[in-house]
């Protein structure tokens, strides 16, 4: 009954024509931003979050201490928990779904394959047969990854592109979740859009990303590993900053239409969408450490080496002229700036602040 309560509350509207969104992978990254922007502009939002031990649980924790502090409430459990999500769906008529829950990360497949397929797999599908079967159908935006263009080589990349050369068992499950919503948007009308983003960093990162487990070494005098390409090239991203990613994500909720399925079955055209959220400027690694360098005020000792065969593509570059027709999408953060600011939420959170030399 306080779990209900508490459900309840968090997803009140106060704002006229707000949404009631169900953010699943709320303790996440990119769920706890998605989360605080929806709550601050008015709407309502409900968290999920399994606080899986990929990397530091207490990491997920104090930033859902942050949404608990501005009224969004996480509930614990996991997308295969299809009771619990259908028990959700009763006390809430969610109008939107922001999935964002997922085993991440490319490495982390070679030993882990399984929590991929139960995560983004299995757990994709228990979740949309609960929205297909909700009354109403919530529209649902979901995070898809710009690692489905996989080995693809021409630059940058749209979303018409090929994607069936996938380089990790993460990719492939992000373009087995692509086919999967299709499947249900035209078989049960869900509003589906999918969005491939690029390289997403800043403030309450995550810790496995290279920028963030760069910075933590280079502040312990550890040294850091850069990984080459074919030929010695350099690796790059589109590296894309938190905030905007989050417009992305605001706007295609925002944009997402309706589903017009009924009681799970189709009755009308949803829409079904892809699009690229990234920065349109990749930057290589190597500049990555020297901004870092600027900012750390410290040297990096740098180990560098082949890249080893275990899922990294080469380089990523987002072409996003779609999602600027139609979301409204436009990078304004530039990599310098955004690591400036993702190094202050760093040093302040791991209590650097006080210490010499390092302001
Ligand atoms: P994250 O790991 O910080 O967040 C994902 C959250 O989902 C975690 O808090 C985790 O505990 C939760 N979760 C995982 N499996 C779950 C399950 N079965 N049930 C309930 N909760 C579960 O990752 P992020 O960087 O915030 O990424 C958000 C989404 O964006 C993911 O789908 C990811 O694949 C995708 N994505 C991220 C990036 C990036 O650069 N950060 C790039 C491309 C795509």
């Known amino acids: 009954i306080q ?4 459900v ?3 997803a009140q509207i106060h704002r006229s024509g707000g949404m009631s969104v169900l953010v699943t992978g709320a303790a996440g990254f990119v769920g706890t931003h998605v989360s605080l922007a929806l709550k601050k502009r008015g709407d309502g939002v409900v968290g999920l979050d399994n606080f899986n031990n990929y990397y530091d649980p207490s990491l997920k924790r104090a930033r859902t201490s942050l949404l608990n502090s501005h009224g969004v409430f996480v509930v614990e459990g996991d997308l295969n928990d299809g009771k619990l999500l259908a028990k959700l769906f009763d006390v809430v008529a969610f109008t939107h779904v922001m999935h964002l829950a997922a085993q991440a990360g490319v490495r982390y497949a070679m030993e882990n394959p399984n929590s991929y397929v139960h995560s983004n797999i299995a757990g994709l599908v228990t979740l949309l047969e609960v929205c297909k079967s909700a009354k109403p159908q919530p529209a649902i935006v979901w995070a898809s990854s710009s690692s489905v263009y996989g080995l693809n080589d021409k630059v940058p990349f749209s979303e018409s592109d090929r994607t069936d050369q996938p380089a990790s068992l993460y990719a ?10 299709h499947t249900y948007n035209h078989i049960y009308g869900l509003s589906i859009t999918g969005l491939r983003f690029f390289t997403v960093y800043g403030p309450w990162g995550r810790p496995d990303m290279a920028y963030f487990s760069f910075t933590r070494n280079i502040l312990q005098g550890k040294p850091i590993t850069i990984y080459r390409g074919k030929n010695r090239a350099d690796l790059a991203r589109d590296f894309t900053y938190i905030d905007d990613i989050v417009k992305g994500c605001l706007g295609s909720l925002d944009t997402s ?8 079955k ?31 005020k410290v040297k990096a000792k740098r180990n560098i080496v082949d890249m080893p065969g275990n899922g990294d593509v080469p380089f990523t570059h987002a072409n996003i002229s779609h999602a600027q027709r139609a979301l409204g999408y436009k990078p304004t953060t530039d990599l310098q700036t955004g690591l400036k600011k993702f190094v202050r939420w760093y040093l ?5 602040n006080n210490r010499k030399g390092l302001q």
């Open 266 to 296: 189709k009755t009308g055209n949803a829409p079904y969408r892809i699009f690229n959220l990234g920065n349109t400027s990749p930057v290589k690694v190597p500049e990555l450490v020297n901004i870092l360098e600027r900012h750390l």
């Open 3 to 6: 779990w209900e309560k508490q």
């Open 172 to 181: 492939a499950t992000k373009k087995a979740g692509e086919e999967i919503t």
């Open 8 to 10: 309840r509350n968090s």
């Open 257 to 264: 239409g309706e589903s017009t399925g009924s009681g799970g």
């Open 348 to 352: 302040s959170y791991h209590g650097y």
